[in-house]
């Protein structure tokens, strides 16, 4: 193949991912934009023990510390107070006197302001401000904790068995008539991790054929989450109102829009968990195949245009260098 043939092949090619990538990056850019992932915001931690919310002050102080000695483990209780509102926690660790604030506590305890949209409510970051800013949704604190259950040791094995850990979430806000009021969320690693395994496939069955097979295979699907991480007992509070769900629906559009409404309304819960979990010690994400997911033809589509255009530029490239083909013949 001479250096001019060279050279065309590889004009031809790279003209030819020019156009796949000109098709294919625009729809891939609003597939990800428009993609429903849930939207949750969470503000800046404070390390502060004490602060002011909504006019009046947060004070989250020491009540017991035991740095455990023997069989008997470290662990350190805290009390929160604001505006009447009192509740204890306690953590399987004892708090290091040498860091100021909540950083005692490391990745035990978190404190952050945080904002959860309505169901079904999508937009990205952009669209989650504006609804902050204009006061749709109002900002409420968040006070996550990471456990460990009864006798676990937090210096060996209980650093370890991310499963058994529990989680237990805060949150001071004020309700529809401005009165002060909380909630306590309690879960646990497992019951998180089927919970965004739950959600991000219930949102690829909206681009998928699990419509067409009803309830009845979305209920399939669903079971490979169940049996890939094994029966939890106390799993059985998330599962019992999938399959309630699941029941009372007929068609696999209305069965993904009630499942989206039920896990949706958790996954912030699934966030929160992350800010007390170690990073190395995360959950996998499904965020990611979500995303490859919901790109549907034009990830493929694009991926073979790069790898088209590189070739062509090889090519165009190779053309300029000199070979014994392209000298003149003499005699």
Same mark, same amino acid.
């Given at each position: 193949m001479t250096s001019r043939t060279t050279r065309y092949i590889g004009l031809l090619l790279g003209a030819a991912a020019l156009v $796949?990538?000109?098709?294919s990056m625009p729809e891939m850019l609003t597939r990800l934009e428009n993609r429903a992932v849930p939207m949750v915001w969470f503000g800046e931690a404070t390390d502060r023990m004490s602060f002011e919310l909504l006019g009046d002050d947060v004070t989250i102080e020491t009540l017991e510390v035991a740095q455990g000695s023997g069989e008997a483990h470290p662990f350190t209780r805290l009390g929160v107070s604001w505006k009447g509102i009192e509740h204890e926690v306690e953590i399987q660790q004892a708090e290091d006197e040498r860091l100021p604030g909540l950083l005692r506590y490391g990745d035990w305890v978190k404190v952050v302001p945080m904002a959860v949209p309505p169901s079904g409510e999508v937009g990205g970051q952009p669209r989650l401000m504006?609804?902050?800013?204009?006061? !749709?949704?109002? %900002? !409420? =604190?968040?006070? *996550?904790?990471?456990? =460990?259950?009864? $006798?676990?040791? %937090? !210096?060996?094995?209980? @650093?370890?068995?991310? @499963?058994?850990?529990?989680?237990?979430?805060?949150v001071l806000s004020t309700d529809a008539h401005g009165h002060p009021a909380s909630r306590v969320i309690k879960r646990n690693y497992g019951e998180m991790q089927d919970l965004t395994e739950a959600l991000f496939l219930s949102l690829d069955f909206e681009h998928g054929s699990a419509l067409k097979g009803g309830p009845d295979r979305i209920a399939g699907d669903l079971a490979k989450v169940r049996k890939a991480h094994g029966v939890r007992p106390n799993d059985a509070d998330l599962w019992s109102q999938v399959d309630a769900v699941l029941a009372g629906t007929s068609t696999g559009e209305q069965a993904v829009a009630r499942l989206r409404v039920l896990l949706e309304d958790r996954f912030w819960q699934y966030q929160a968990m992350l800010l007390v979990t170690p990073k190395l010690q995360h959950p996998?994400? @499904?965020?990611?195949?979500? $995303?490859?997911?919901?790109? $549907?033809?034009?990830?493929?589509?694009?991926? *073979?245009?790069?790898? *088209?255009?590189? =070739?062509?530029?090889? =090519?165009?490239?190779?053309?300029?260098? @000199?070979r014994d083909d392209d000298l003149p013949v003499l005699g």
């Open positions: $796949g990538l000109g098709i504006e609804m902050l800013g204009s006061g !749709e949704i109002a %900002p !409420e =604190l968040l006070i *996550a904790v990471r456990q =460990l259950p009864e $006798g676990f040791d %937090p !210096e060996t094995w209980g @650093k370890v068995r991310r @499963k058994a850990w529990h989680y237990r979430f805060l996998r994400t @499904k965020v990611v195949d979500y $995303g490859i997911s919901s790109m $549907g033809w034009t990830w493929p589509v694009a991926g *073979a245009s790069a790898l *088209a255009l590189t =070739l062509g530029v090889f =090519l165009v490239m190779s053309s300029w260098v @000199k």
